[in-house]
């Protein structure tokens, strides 16, 4: 997937594993969670390495928006009411500390990775009592946050929530720094996990702990993540003479709920989100480009991208234990819309936990955890799953058989249950599934 990320860096290369190897902690997935996570296991004396089914930063972390934010769209009144006060506190500690350590680690390691810092706004167009709910709850956590109506967007807004101190940055420049610290397997695909051996397709790894970094967990059994999560895609366009914006912007109305930040000369414009597999009239970055045109006439689209993210029933990211009987895989996943931060928040966490320190925000993301609330969720998420193992004829995902739909934007076969992506030759792009889907000729 090319992006504006890929474009403006060049990562180094890294061999294929040759041969079974040991380590004391192996990482699948070399995107932005996996590298800081074995960035800072080797900072505390592990011996650890990294396994990625492709190039390091090319699947998630490549199509990011690259906002280092704690505007989580409208979470922290719903934490104050559904997790209480003080899970809401503990989840903001650990994103606070993610944000912080950025900025720290860039200056340690001298990053230059178009790093700043600016505001984040999150904006209604119709609501303004909803945002004014969420800036009593943010500042009763300890945020620095402000109700008003005067952004830079090039429209009038009912109400907007400012985060004063969050960042933004280059993804790429930053994960290419840590990255060639580390010992990194690429055109390596896990196939695989047993009790401390991990099989892939050019060898096995003998590890004494793994933590799953992989955007979506690939093993079904335990921990049954896919019962518990969905996968949505978001649509991102490059501009050039569009509109310079200092801060960083999301809508949190349905239906327009955009994306705004700039990245030197190009504003960056996202949305028209969907859930994976539900998209079979296509048209995404049609509606994107009109939109932009009513904002900005003479602007001009010089790339455009897509991304997809995990969605947990909470919108808590499940960070920890993989599951509660083993105690020596570790998960790291649905991150939301908020993988930047999460990422960082979940390497600290994960960390610690392997270096048997306190962690003492690892409680609210417990994979282990039951939100009574979320159990809605759950059922819809079982008859989504439901609907696609009973639909008759197609082509099946390999995952776990669910029937793909044809993704005309992109030219993908999409599992609407799961969210694995594969292209028109059914080549794997994304996971869960770890196999090839068996396209008809082909």
């Given at each position: 997937m090319d992006t504006i990320w890929t474009k403006t860096s060049k990562l180094p290369a890294f061999s294929p594993l040759a041969q079974s190897v040991r380590a004391e902690v192996a990482v699948i997935g070399g995107g932005m969670a996996g590298i800081l996570t074995a960035f800072f296991l080797k900072r505390a004396g592990k011996d650890v390495i990294v396994l990625e089914g492709n190039r390091v930063g090319s699947g998630q972390t490549a199509g990011?928006?690259?906002k280092i934010t704690i505007s989580h769209n409208l979470i922290y009144e719903k934490l104050f009411r559904e997790a209480g006060e003080e899970k809401a506190r503990k989840y903001v500690s650990a994103n606070k500390r993610a944000l912080k350590m950025y900025g720290r680690l860039?200056?340690?390691?001298?990053?230059d990775c178009d790093f700043r810092e600016c505001s984040s706004y999150l904006y209604s167009l119709t609501d303004a009592e909803q945002i004014k709910r969420e800036v009593e709850a943010a500042v009763r956590l300890g945020i620095e946050a402000e109700f008003t109506t005067k952004t830079e967007l090039p429209f009038s807004v009912m109400g907007s929530i400012c985060y004063q101190k969050q960042a933004a940055f280059h993804p790429l420049l930053f994960l290419k720094a840590l990255a060639e610290q580390l010992v990194i397997y690429e055109h390596t695909k896990v196939t695989g996990v047993?009790?401390?051996?991990?099989?892939?397709?050019?060898?096995?790894v003998l590890a004494?702990?793994?933590?799953?970094a992989s955007h979506y967990p690939i093993m079904n059994t335990p921990g049954y993540y896919f019962a518990r999560m969905h996968q949505e895609r978001s649509y991102v366009l490059a501009l050039k003479q569009a509109q310079p914006f200092e801060h960083l912007y999301l809508g949190v109305d349905p239906g327009e709920d955009f994306s705004f930040r700039n990245f030197r000369e190009f504003?960056?414009?996202?949305?028209?989100?969907?859930?994976?597999?539900?998209?079979?009239?296509?048209?995404?970055?049609?509606?994107?480009e009109r939109r932009a045109k009513e904002y900005w006439r003479d602007c001009e689209t010089i790339d455009r991208w897509s991304a997809q993210?995990?969605?947990t029933l909470d919108a808590i990211p499940y960070i920890g234990l993989y599951t509660g009987k083993n105690k020596k895989w570790y998960v790291e996943t649905g991150f939301g819309k908020w993988g930047m931060t999460s990422s960082m928040a979940a390497a600290l966490m994960i960390t610690e936990q392997i270096c048997q320190k306190e962690s003492g925000n690892a409680a609210v993301f417990s994979p282990q955890r039951v939100p009574i609330r979320a159990l809605k969720?759950?059922?819809?998420?079982?008859?989504?799953s439901a609907k696609g193992l009973a639909a008759p004829g197609g082509i099946r995902c390999p995952h776990l058989g669910c029937k793909l739909t044809w993704n005309p934007e992109e030219e993908t076969w999409d599992c609407p249950c799961h969210g694995s992506r594969f292209d028109k030759e059914g080549n794997l792009i994304d996971n869960p599934a770890v196999r090839n889907a068996a396209v008809e000729g082909k």
């Open positions: 990011t928006t690259a860039i200056q340690e390691e001298q990053i047993e009790e401390g051996k991990i099989y892939t397709d050019h060898g096995n004494d702990a793994v933590v799953f504003t960056l414009f996202g949305g028209e989100g969907h859930r994976t597999g539900e998209n079979e009239t296509g048209g995404q970055y049609k509606k994107l993210d995990c969605m969720a759950a059922a819809v998420e079982g008859a989504k």
